[in-house]
Nanobody
Framework: QVHLVESGGGLAQPGGSLRLSCAASGDTLGDYTVGWFRQVPGKEREGVSC????????AYVDSVKGRFTVSRDNAKNMVYLEMNSLKPEDTAVYYCVADPRVICIPSTLKPGVVQYDYWGQGTQVTVSS
């Protein structure tokens, strides 16, 4: 099992940047596919990005491609989401996720396709001027 805790959310201006961090405890994060989901109240939870256990394979939802970057530091048991050129529509609660069996391909970011076993408590990101 792995326990995930996000940090780094907050208020950013349009065009600004934020870096989300996810600290894992328990199991070794290197054995898991990791990623980020987000949710706006009243809307379905959306997969944002994922990063494979091996090989550094990444996938992103089309709306964040070229702006967001997911990374991991297995030695520190950390996952990161670098968010640049932020837009008001990026406003959401962002969740860190991990699963030992999910394969990181774009289709697994679609709502309802896969269910990650482990979720953090979420961190609010608000993009507004």
């Amino acid at each position: 099992q792995v326990h995930l805790v996000e940090s780094g959310g907050g208020l950013a201006q349009p065009g600004g940047s934020l870096r989300l961090s996810c600290a894992a405890s328990g199991d070794t994060l290197g054995d898991y596919t990791v990623g980020w989901f987000r949710q706006v109240p009243g809307k379905e939870r959306e997969g944002v990005s994922c990063l494979s256990r091996v090989g550094g394979v990444t996938a992103y939802v089309d709306s964040v491609k070229g702006r967001f970057t997911v990374s991991r530091d297995n030695a520190k048991n950390m996952v990161y989401l670098e968010m640049n050129s932020l837009k008001p529509e990026d406003t959401a609660v962002y969740y860190c996720v991990a699963d030992p069996r999910v394969i990181c391909i774009p289709s697994t970011l679609k709502p309802g396709v896969v269910q990650y076993d482990y979720w953090g408590q979420g961190t609010q990101v608000t993009v507004s001027s």
